[in-house]
């Protein structure tokens, strides 16, 4: 296989979430071109599905699409020395304000490739249940109008595949929880395993 060789690497912006940077990077033949592409923090997300085979899903508001999404309770890898699982937990909570006795590795994603690096590991999430009111995280901006709605995983996979659902974490997560599901959850991994 080829190796392509980054010759240089220059940031241009750099903001909490993300660095803009550009790579010249020698292609085959020898010629020497500038590839630009987002460094990112990085994301988990939960597939929290509960007793009766539905999914927890939010609609959120995304500014670069300008649109109402659905999504997966989800959120960046943003806390130093927080674990994945703890920092899906930590989103499952804040977002949702659920928690879950039992995590399982379902997925390790790519949404973007041609132009981020960032990374989003799913989780499945079962055995639900509701934090408690007196622990619940205050919501802000984007987040204030967040609303839990329950859906039948297999709708949900109806969702995905007729284009209502769109964010990629999503998609690859409902269906991902699916084809588990159908293979009764025997190819999960652990929760733990390494990236």
């Known amino acids: 296989m080829t190796t392509y060789e980054v010759r240089s690497h220059t940031e241009r912006l750099r903001n909490r979430v993300f660095s803009v940077v550009t790579d010249a990077i020698e292609m085959p033949g020898g010629e020497v071109v500038d590839r630009d ?11 929290a599905l509960d007793a009766d085979g539905r999914v927890a899903l939010v609609r959120q508001y995304r500014p670069a699409v300008r649109q109402v999404l659905w ?3 989800a959120g960046l890898i943003d806390v130093p020395g927080e674990s994945l699982v703890d920092a899906a937990a930590r989103e499952l909570a804040e977002e949702v304000d659920l928690v879950a006795a039992r995590w399982d590795l379902l997925a390790d994603v790519h949404p973007s490739p041609g132009c981020s690096n960032e990374r989003i590991r ?22 204030a109008e967040l609303e839990l709605h329950w859906v ?25 929880a699916a084809q588990s599901k159908l293979r009764g959850f025997d190819t999960l ?4 395993a390494a990236t």
Request: hydrophobic share 45%.
């Open 37 to 47: 592409y987002l460094v990112h923090v990085g994301a988990v997300g939960v597939v």
């Open 71 to 73: 999504e997966l309770p």
């Open 122 to 143: 799913l989780f499945l999430a079962r055995e639900i249940g509701p934090v408690p009111p007196e622990e619940r995280h205050e919501r802000t901006h984007e987040e």
């Open 152 to 176: 039948d995983l297999d709708t949900a996979v109806t969702m995905a595949l007729s284009g209502e659902i769109t964010n990629a974490a999503c998609v690859v997560g409902v269906l991902a």
């Open 189 to 192: 991994r652990p929760a733990s």
